[in-house]
């Protein structure tokens, strides 16, 4: 039946019959079992035609999926998503040293990996996105939680070879920790020599889980490294996390963004003294619609980030709050049982690396990290601890 439920869900809408949605986990387990047999990655949004988008499976995105998974209880179709990423460091076009691209083309994964892209009617020719194609650091933690998740020796392997790529982007620079990773295709791609809190909050956790597996001390070193560096960016005076280090590990990047003061709590042991602050930061500085936007700007609901705070306050035992931003979630649900990343278009504040007159965004479009996350809430379960 799981297969079927997301399809029945919809029909009913459209017919107007009253019939319970889906669980997030439900329509998550039909996206992967309607998907290609063996190992796959899933599109990240999956109904757009044509573009950067089109056909496009962020790791990231897959990544959560694949945690979601296991906290559904699916650990048989979470590990068809982790067998793609291991198909992916075994049979790049190119690389062969441990790094993940940041997207690859949804479906099978083969021999050799398909990256996206899209035809370019301008340029009459096949086209592919710098950044999709270039390995963002936090984006590798992601790929290691996941790994790591399915708990098999195989996977354990995988994650051991993207944590030997991400000590490349270790950085000794005060504050040290690591940089953001490399933006662009074979061979020379460029460096990021900037520093993030989230990617270095997704980092802690995944050598902190690596290192309790694997016993080795140099990834708790590594941990303690990338957990400092996000204490180091704590800002008393807004009660927030800043962004991060600027090129030069000089300036800092005051940016206020949701996930890099949400994530530290779900994630760091050492952000607990300051949830008191966060707390008021989230509900004045990001409170959007019964929601929660990405930015100070409050421009629109980001579901991903809404159900992300949702988690949290779940795990917090704030029920009412927590309820409350499922609520506003639901409402960007579609038809189908999957989750809109916005309620309009939603901008981050942060340059869009591919077109730097532009700012990053999201859309009004059905994605699949809001459904991961839902999945999340839904069952209480810490992506960055991979236990409930």
Same mark, same amino acid.
């Given at each position: 039946?799981?297969?079927?439920?997301?399809?029945?869900?919809?029909?009913?809408?459209?017919?107007?019959?009253?019939?319970?949605?889906?669980?997030?986990?439900?329509?998550?387990?039909?996206?992967?079992?309607?998907?290609?047999? =063996?190992?796959?990655?899933?599109?990240?949004?999956?109904?757009?035609?044509?573009?950067?988008?089109?056909?496009?499976?962020?790791?990231?995105?897959?990544?959560?999926?694949?945690?979601? /998974?296991?906290?559904? @209880?699916?650990?048989?179709?979470?590990?068809?998503? @982790?067998?793609?990423?291991?198909?992916?460091?075994?049979? $790049?076009?190119?690389?062969?040293?441990?790094?993940?691209?940041?997207?690859?083309?949804?479906?099978?994964?083969?021999?050799?990996?398909?990256? *996206?892209?899209?035809?370019?009617?301008?340029?009459?020719?096949?086209?592919?996105? #710098?950044?999709?194609?270039?390995?963002?650091?936090?984006?590798?933690?992601?790929?290691?939680?996941? /790994?790591? *998740?399915?708990?098999?020796?195989?996977? #354990?392997?995988?994650?051991?070879?993207?944590?030997?790529?991400?000590?490349?982007?270790?950085?000794?620079?005060?504050?040290?920790?690591?940089? =953001?990773?490399?933006?662009?295709?074979?061979?020379?791609?460029?460096?990021?020599?900037?520093?993030?809190?989230?990617?270095?909050?997704?980092?802690?956790?995944?050598?902190?889980?690596?290192?309790?597996?694997?016993? $080795?001390?140099?990834?708790?070193?590594?941990?303690?490294?990338?957990?400092?560096?996000?204490?180091?960016?704590?800002?008393?005076?807004?009660?927030?996390?800043?962004? =991060?280090?600027?090129?030069?590990?000089?300036? #800092?990047?005051?940016?206020? &963004?949701?996930?890099?003061?949400?994530?530290?709590?779900?994630?760091?042991?050492?952000?607990?003294?300051?949830?008191?602050?966060?707390?008021?930061?989230?509900?004045?500085?990001?409170?959007?619609?019964?929601?929660?936007?990405?930015?100070?700007?409050?421009?629109?609901?980001?579901?991903?980030?809404?159900?992300?705070?949702?988690?949290?306050?779940?795990?917090?035992?704030?029920?009412?709050?927590?309820?409350?931003?499922?609520?506003?979630?639901?409402?960007?649900?579609?038809?189908? =049982?999957?989750?809109?990343?916005? $309620? #309009?278009?939603?901008?981050?504040?942060?340059?869009?690396?591919?077109?730097?007159?532009?700012?990053?965004?999201?859309?009004?479009?059905?994605?699949?990290?809001?459904?991961?996350?839902? &999945?999340?809430?839904?069952?209480?379960?810490?992506?960055?601890?991979?236990?409930?």
């Amino acid at each position: 039946m799981r297969n079927t439920a997301a399809a029945l869900f919809a029909f009913a809408a459209m017919m107007g019959v009253a019939q319970a949605a889906p669980s997030a986990c439900e329509v998550l387990q039909s996206a992967v079992t309607q998907s290609p047999p =063996g190992p796959v990655f899933l599109p990240s949004f999956p109904r757009e035609k044509d573009g950067p988008l089109y056909n496009t499976a962020f790791l990231y995105d897959n990544a959560v999926a694949t945690i979601a /998974l296991v906290g559904c @209880g699916d650990e048989k179709d979470a590990a068809r998503i @982790g067998d793609a990423m291991l198909v992916a460091l075994d049979h $790049d076009r190119y690389w062969h040293d441990g790094r993940l691209r940041n997207g690859y083309a949804a479906g099978h994964a083969g021999n050799p990996v398909k990256l *996206a892209g899209w035809w370019d009617r301008k340029q009459n020719r096949w086209v592919e996105d #710098r950044y999709q194609v270039g390995s963002d650091s936090g984006n590798m933690a992601w790929a290691m939680l996941a /790994l790591l *998740a399915l708990k098999e020796a195989k996977y #354990r392997s995988g994650a051991i070879r993207i944590a030997h790529w991400v000590d490349t982007q270790f950085d000794a620079r005060a504050p040290q920790g690591f940089t =953001g990773g490399t933006f662009g295709d074979q061979p020379k791609p460029e460096l990021n020599r900037w520093k993030s809190t989230e990617h270095n909050t997704d980092l802690a956790a995944a050598f902190t889980q690596l290192a309790g597996v694997t016993k $080795d001390t140099h990834w708790r070193d590594r941990a303690k490294t990338a957990s400092a560096f996000v204490a180091a960016m704590w800002n008393e005076k807004c009660g927030c996390f800043d962004a =991060g280090m600027a090129e030069d590990s000089k300036a #800092r990047n005051t940016t206020l &963004a949701l996930d890099a003061q949400i994530w530290p709590l779900l994630a760091l042991p050492q952000a607990k003294p300051h949830a008191a602050a966060l707390m008021e930061t989230l509900r004045r500085r990001f409170g959007s619609g019964g929601g929660m936007a990405y930015s100070a700007q409050k421009d629109g609901i980001w579901t991903e980030g809404t159900l992300q705070a949702a988690l949290l306050m779940k795990l917090l035992g704030k029920s009412a709050q927590a309820n409350a931003l499922m609520a506003a979630a639901e409402k960007n649900r579609a038809p189908d =049982g999957w989750y809109r990343a916005s $309620d #309009r278009k939603t901008s981050t504040g942060f340059d869009l690396q591919t077109d730097l007159k532009q700012h990053r965004a999201y859309f009004p479009i059905p994605a699949l990290a809001p459904l991961a996350w839902a &999945a999340l809430a839904e069952k209480n379960f810490n992506p960055f601890a991979a236990s409930p």
